[in-house]
């Protein structure tokens, strides 16, 4: 991409209104623009980070063996009405009329829809396990939206749903998607930490919030210092063998958030073991049994010819607000970090002297060639000063910064710099394109 035919609106200054750094760098990197309380255009920068999110989520979700679809943002009360979670749902659900006076609203989860796919479709054991998910924008009307896309009421989730003939069959399912999370979030650069969670009326102990740990998160949470060392499952996770294992290694350690904290559990680890800190909830996993199956009427033939109600759970991943998350996460004084894997574009490449051919063609070259490559790069082709370019380059947070000048290329040199480490490297054009290819 040249940054001449792009669309990156700058700001220079900080908007006042921005409370938290990842809002306030989302602002100024013009990756996003408010629309209303808590709903955002995603412009060109943020919504290529947010799709290099989506992806990664997908990936994991497909390798532990769920299924995508797509749900429409308007459901119908009628479904909810099933649940009985059309009235208890209260003020956050955003409802809606249509012209013929239908009572619809705009969706803040599925539970009740996937289980009307389900219910329609399945008819016995011998078709499960399943576990259908989707990636599609949510609305909550958050009483106080804030933080861009932290908090925001129109929101990107991804959501998970398995359906399972009994609850040992249903851990299971659990399992995959808990290894599943672990690996998502090491993959976006991420340490994310599985924490007890709040199960309801269901109790027991499958409900994890995976929380990353920031200053500015707004959970309160607890955990032994050991869990911020454990090794993320490889690539090489067998989904299909038993991964209790890997679970039971991943929760031994204390780690809770706020509800389900045991002040003396807690006391019991040694002193400067004790992880007292703020989070943030990235996601939320949740086995809850029969709640939907067994009133929506989702039941499947077992073996033994009688019907029982499906064991169900849920797993969502804040796709929209891992965007402010890994900012919150990896940025300094000058701007973004973005850990490689999400990177709007890898290559920064900066031309110091537009207008000059030998600086222009050079720069065309290197553009040519890394696109070939296969390398997503932006190329600033303006004619702007280079302290504003490396300015721009440093606040947008591109990995890699290939910066080409007169001077240097009079003796056949590049530099290449670090956005992590402010490293800075002279080097030949040869040995810059095969660093970065
Ligand atoms: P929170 O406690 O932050 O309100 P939640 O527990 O209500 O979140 P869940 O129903 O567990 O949210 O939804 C799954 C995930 O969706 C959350 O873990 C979070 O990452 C994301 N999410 C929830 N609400 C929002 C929101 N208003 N804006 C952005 N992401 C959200
Ligand atoms: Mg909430
Ligand atoms: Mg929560
Ligand atoms: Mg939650």
């Given at each position: 991409m040249r940054l001449s035919n792009y669309f990156l609106p700058i700001l220079k200054e900080a908007p006042r209104e921005a409370e938290i750094v990842s809002h306030r760098l989302m602002l100024r990197a013009g990756m996003i623009r408010q629309q209303a309380a808590g709903i955002y255009s995603w412009l060109p920068l943020g919504y290529r980070v947010l799709r290099k999110i989506e992806q990664i989520v997908r990936e994991e979700q497909e390798r532990a063996g769920a299924v995508e679809v797509l749900m429409p943002t308007i459901q119908s009360a009628d479904l909810w009405r099933e649940s009985g979670r059309y009235d208890a749902y209260g003020a956050e659900m955003l409802r809606i009329q249509d012209r013929h006076e239908r009572e619809m609203l705009y969706g803040p989860t599925n539970e009740e829809m996937i289980t009307d796919i389900f219910r329609t479709y399945v008819r016995s054991y011998?078709?499960?396990p399943l576990n259908l998910y989707h990636i599609q924008w949510k609305f909550r009307d958050e009483r106080r939206p804030r933080f861009g896309v932290m908090r925001g009421r129109e929101f990107m989730m991804k959501d998970a749903y398995s359906f399972d003939t009994d609850k040992e069959s249903a851990r299971h399912a659990y399992n995959r998607m808990f290894v599943a999370y672990l690996r998502t979030y090491a993959r976006l650069g991420l340490q994310a930490i599985p924490m007890r969670a709040d199960t309801g009326p269901i109790g027991g102990d499958m409900s994890h919030e995976f929380i990353i740990l920031a200053s500015t998160g707004e959970s309160q949470v607890f955990c032994h210092?050991?869990?911020?060392e454990l090794k993320v499952p490889g690539e090489d996770t067998d989904f299909s063998s038993d991964l209790t294992p890997i679970v039971d290694e991943w929760t031994r350690a204390y780690a809770a958030t706020d509800e389900m904290h045991d002040e003396a559990a807690f006391a019991e680890i040694p002193a400067d073991k004790q992880v007292s800190a703020r989070g943030i909830e990235v996601g939320h996993i949740f086995y809850f049994g029969t709640k939907y199956s067994e009133p929506m009427g989702a039941k499947v033939a077992q073996a033994d010819g009688s019907e029982q109600a499906v064991h169900m759970g849920s797993y969502g991943i804040g796709v929209s607000r891992l965007v402010g998350g890994i900012i919150e996460a990896c940025h300094d004084d000058n701007g973004i970090i973005w850990p490689e894997a999400v990177a709007p574009f890898q290559v920064g490449l900066i031309n110091l002297k537009s207008g000059d051919a030998a600086t222009d063609a050079a720069c065309a070259d290197l553009y040519e060639k890394l696109n070939k490559a296969g390398v997503d790069v932006l190329y600033?082709?303006?004619?702007?000063?280079a302290g504003a370019k490396f300015a721009t380059m440093d606040l947008i947070g591109v990995p890699w910064q290939l910066i080409v000048g007169p001077r240097g290329l009079a003796s056949g040199e590049v530099e290449l710099k670090r956005r992590a480490t402010g490293e800075r490297e002279t080097m030949t054009i040869e040995a810059a394109l095969s660093r970065l290819t």
């Open positions: 011998k078709d499960l210092k050991d869990v911020l600033d082709d303006t004619d702007g000063r």
